[in-house]
């Protein structure tokens, strides 16, 4: 129902085989290594098809003649889940957490010409 594309290139399940969206799960690309995101909910534009539900579209950092990086940390565990739905007490979820860091690198090669990116997830 929903179209994912990465720099233009369809990023979709084609086949259905998964229930996840993505190929290979997941979020097969480190967050920090998009540019920029749009994000369309039920266009009317003609333009767009393929799709009923929403269309994500992501844009990919490009090179610079200056070197820059970053670093990026996320964490998640069972606490930050709700116990209280209007006033009802629901059961203790189970303990899970979930970690997500990673580092990007970029700079030129040549100058004007050739840039490199290096993202670690």
Same mark, same amino acid.
């Given at each position: *129902?929903?179209?994912?594309?990465?720099?233009?290139?369809?990023?979709?399940?084609?086949?259905?085989?998964? %229930?996840?969206l993505? $190929?290979?799960?997941?979020? /097969?690309?480190?967050?920090?290594?998009?540019?920029?995101?749009?994000?369309?909910? %039920? /266009?009317f534009?003609?333009?767009?098809?393929?799709?009923?539900?929403? %269309?994500?579209?992501?844009?990919?950092?490009?090179?610079?003649?200056t070197?820059?990086?970053?670093? =990026?940390?996320? =964490?998640?565990?069972?606490? =930050?889940?709700g116990?209280?739905?209007?006033?009802?007490?629901? $059961? %203790? /979820? /189970?303990?899970?957490?979930?970690?997500? =860091?990673?580092?990007t690198?970029?700079? $030129?090669?040549?100058?004007?010409?050739?840039?490199?990116?290096? *993202?670690?997830?």
């Amino acid at each position: *129902m929903n179209n994912v594309t990465v720099d233009g290139a369809n990023l979709n399940n084609n086949f259905g085989l998964s %229930s996840d969206l993505l $190929p290979g799960g997941g979020n /097969p690309i480190a967050l920090d290594a998009f540019q920029e995101i749009s994000v369309n909910l %039920s /266009p009317f534009d003609v333009k767009q098809s393929g799709f009923t539900g929403a %269309s994500v579209n992501a844009i990919t950092k490009s090179g610079t003649n200056t070197f820059t990086g970053s670093v =990026y940390g996320s =964490y998640r565990n069972q606490s =930050y889940n709700g116990t209280n739905i209007a006033g009802t007490k629901l $059961p %203790s /979820p /189970p303990a899970t957490s979930n970690k997500i =860091y990673g580092a990007t690198l970029g700079g $030129p090669i040549i100058k004007n010409r050739l840039f490199f990116l290096l *993202m670690a997830k």
